[in-house]
């Protein structure tokens, strides 16, 4: 099992930038697939992003393709999503997720494991 926790979220202007974390604990974090999901207000939580346990494949959702980018640091267990020329659209609950997988591969849905999510506020 693993437990995650955001952090790195809140309120930045439009076009600027932010780091978000997220730190894991429990063991094996390496064997873990790590997903970004966002939620913004009276809509559906979304995907964002995912990233293969060694974090040699990411994956995004086209709407951030291009501003956001995922990378992890399996000696810190931890995964970021940096998030650059923000937009009012960004703006979410974002969380991570974590997936449990056999091979280097990248998960775009059915995570096991959640976080509690951090709040990115991007003004106009």
């Known amino acids: 099992q693993v437990q995650l926790a955001e952090s790195g979220g809140g309120l930045v202007q439009a076009g600027g930038s932010l780091r978000l974390s997220c730190a894991a604990s429990?063991?094996?974090?390496?064997?873990?697939?790590m997903g970004w999901f966002r939620q913004a207000p009276g809509k559906e939580r979304e995907f964002v992003g995912t990233i293969s346990r060694s974090g040699l494949k990411t994956y995004y959702t086209d709407s951030v393709k291009g501003r956001f980018s995922i990378a992890r640091d399996n000696a810190k267990s931890t995964v970021y999503l940096q998030m650059n020329s923000l937009k009012p659209e960004d703006t979410a609950v974002y969380y991570c997720a974590a997936e449990s997988t056999v091979g280097d591969v990248i998960i775009i849905a059915d995570y096991d494991y959640w976080g509690q999510g951090t709040q990115v506020t991007v003004s106009s």
């Open positions: 429990g063991r094996l974090f390496s064997s873990y697939a």
